[in-house]
Antibody
Framework: EVQLVESGGGLVQPGGSLRLSCAAS????????MNWVRQAPGKGLEWVSL???????YYADSVKGRFTISRDNSKSTMYLQMDGLRPEDTAVYYC??????????????????WGQGTLVTVSS | SSELTQDPAVSVALGQTVRITCQGD??????ASWYQQKPGQAPVLVIY???NRPSGIPDRFSGSSSGNTASLTITGAQAEDEADYYC???????????FGGGTKLTVL
């Protein structure tokens, strides 16, 4: 069964750090597009970061320079190192595998599966 | 701010058809994917690619696209379809992901 399980969330003070983990099973993380997506309380989904199979990484402008995405292929696990945390980073953080397909001049991307999410609260 | 625009809320009578739309320049290059999210749960993929449903998603869900607008149609809405729906694509840069702001669907 293809599955993702996040861990590492919790309460942290502003300016602090936290590392989230996303353990994958049923597929190979090293050759997959893997993402972090967050959802602030009562708000919509917000993309955070992407790591390609070749190791290239991309970040939302709101977290660039503060968050770092990485993975450990031997552990089939992806990480999100979050530094300089702000109250506005408070959210449920989901990891998700991204798929892609090409139809001529058109492309398609989608997320499946998603993990169950882990809550990060930034507060003093 | 999101580069994909959705109506915040839509309602539909039980058994009727509803269309949820998502506007953005992304759809001139990419197909949208759609997710259903119920309170306290992770999002679930319901439509991807040209118009594909994952295993286990009822065939009353379908997707389409025209110009800069992608649509999710539920034909014969059921009470269990009441949820938040999000569209998703890549942005014009191609390596950044965008989500719509979400549409809260109420089944009356």
């Amino acid at each position: 069964e293809v599955q993702l399980v996040e861990s590492g969330g919790g309460l942290v003070q502003p300016g602090g750090s936290l590392r989230l983990s996303c353990a994958a099973s049923g597929f190979t993380v090293s050759s997959s597009y893997m993402n972090w997506v967050r959802q602030a309380p009562g708000k919509g989904l917000e993309w955070v970061s992407l790591i390609y199979g070749d190791g290239r990484t991309y970040y939302a402008d709101s977290v660039k320079g503060r968050f770092t995405i990485s993975r450990d292929n031997s552990k089939s696990t992806m990480y999100l190192q979050m530094d300089g945390l702000r109250p506005e980073d408070t959210a449920v953080y989901y990891c998700a595998r991204e798929h892609t397909i090409t139809y001529g001049d058109y492309g398609g991307y989608w997320f499946d599966p998603w993990g169950q999410g882990t809550l990060v609260t930034v507060s003093s | 701010s999101s580069e994909l625009t959705q109506d915040p809320a839509v309602s539909v009578a039980l058994g009727q058809t509803v269309r949820i739309t998502c506007q953005g320049d992304s759809f001139r290059s990419y197909y949208a994917s759609w997710y259903q999210q119920k309170p306290g749960q992770a999002p679930v993929l319901v439509i991807y690619g040209k118009n594909n449903r994952p295993s286990g998603i009822p065939d009353r869900f379908s997707g389409s696209s025209s110009g800069n607008t992608a649509s999710l149609t539920i034909t014969g809405a059921q009470a269990e379809d009441e949820a938040d729906y999000y569209c998703n694509s890549r942005d014009s840069r191609g390596n950044h992901v965008v989500f719509g702001g979400g549409t809260k669907l109420t089944v009356l």
